[in-house]
């Protein structure tokens, strides 16, 4: 493995300890003051690095016979060749961070984790996120981070002086982006460098899809509807291709990564900006003066009286099969220590929440930057929020991201879009052996 970056989180502490509830019987390798080293590789993003070497610290200050060093690898499809790559050869760090719901299942959970059913931490687990990191009975991942929202970040200052209200349907939307256009501002900001951020229009326009069809999880994962046969999911596909064929785009949407996007979006140069809310931690680094200028909306749909917000749970922190020994006795410990309170607190000083958490006991701050507010009242409200497809149907293709690039860059149409990637599900469906395909 040559991660693109490795963190070594050494505790600076004295002589070597039992790690708790563990004999030092129990501990295999170690190094040359006798402490055991355990690695933990997680993607390149702020919203996952800082929060790992936070926790990382906090755990050795108190375990100071355990080193754990922090490894990175890239997002997207790229980080998820890595990570298969890895499980496959044998060559995983001894836990590490990866997405919960369907990407996980094309990890081979059963084949390729180790089932974590009897740590103490499971009984803390919120029962929503606890199928979306399991296969049948086995339960296998540690949440990390919160709740995330994905909708659209918009440019309050911006909507104050053009005198916008907040849109709930997409005609409204649309109508306000011709006033931004109109004002000299990029009405809609889209960072293609970072292909996965292309995704948003489609994913995050779920709750729409689900409120247009509410059995359209269970009819997809038993492959009785698409993309490209449901008027429903077809819309999000429709939106990329509508914004850009309206000229709604910033100028330089195929080159720019997502760090540019908030920039932009930030100081009002763009006015909205459809992402996760994972981002706003990236946001209150670069930009802390212009924080609380930048709020939330769910994706607008149809219909303004069923508007709301498709939430992604949080990603787990998992053990490959290849973990044993002392190492798996640390990394059993530090789980623990990750879905509790204390970890809550440490994530949440380390990168600003991105939501609730899905742990109990663990609690929100007061002083939460404008947009994360904004998520909460669709946390409040009954029938606002539905989870992102990715957690409710094991069904989803590799190729999304590469696809609405296309399709968001006028390449392509949203119906090709659309087909295609149902052939992209096809293939994935097949790969997970599931009945139907």
Known sequence: MNPTRRTVLAAALGTALAITACSPGDLGSSDSEGRTTITFLVDNSDASVRPAEGLAEAFMADHPDVVIEVEVRPQGGEGDNVVKTRLSTGDMADMFLYNSGSLLQALKP??????????????????????????????FGAPFGAAVGGGVLYNRAVYDRIGLAVPKTWTEFMANNAKIKAAGVAPVVQTYQDTWTSQLWVLADFHNVAAAEPDFADRYTANQT?????????????????????????ADFAAQKYEDGLEELATGKGAHYPILTFVIGTLETNNPG??????LFAVPGADAAENGLTVWLPGGVYVPTTTEGAELAAVKE???????????????????PTGPYVVDGCELPADLPRAIQDMLPYFDTDGARTPALEFVSPVKGP???????EVGSGIRSAEDGAALYDRDVAKQAKQLGLPGW
């Open 110 to 139: 059963r084949e390729t984790l180790l089932p974590l059913n009897d740590e103490p931490f499971v009984d803390r687990l919120d029962e929503t996120f606890t199928p979306t990191v399991s296969s049948g009975d086995r339960i």
């Open 399 to 405: 190729a999304l991201e590469q696809i609405t690039v």
């Open 334 to 352: 530090f789980l623990d220590f990750v879905a509790s309170p204390a970890g809550c607190d440490v994530q949440t000083k380390a990168y600003a």
């Open 226 to 250: 698409s993309y490209a046969t449901s008027p429903a999911a077809l819309q999000g596909f429709r939106h990329l291709q509508e914004i850009h064929d309206a000229g709604y785009l910033n």
């Open 290 to 295: 212009e924080v609380d200028d930048v709020g």
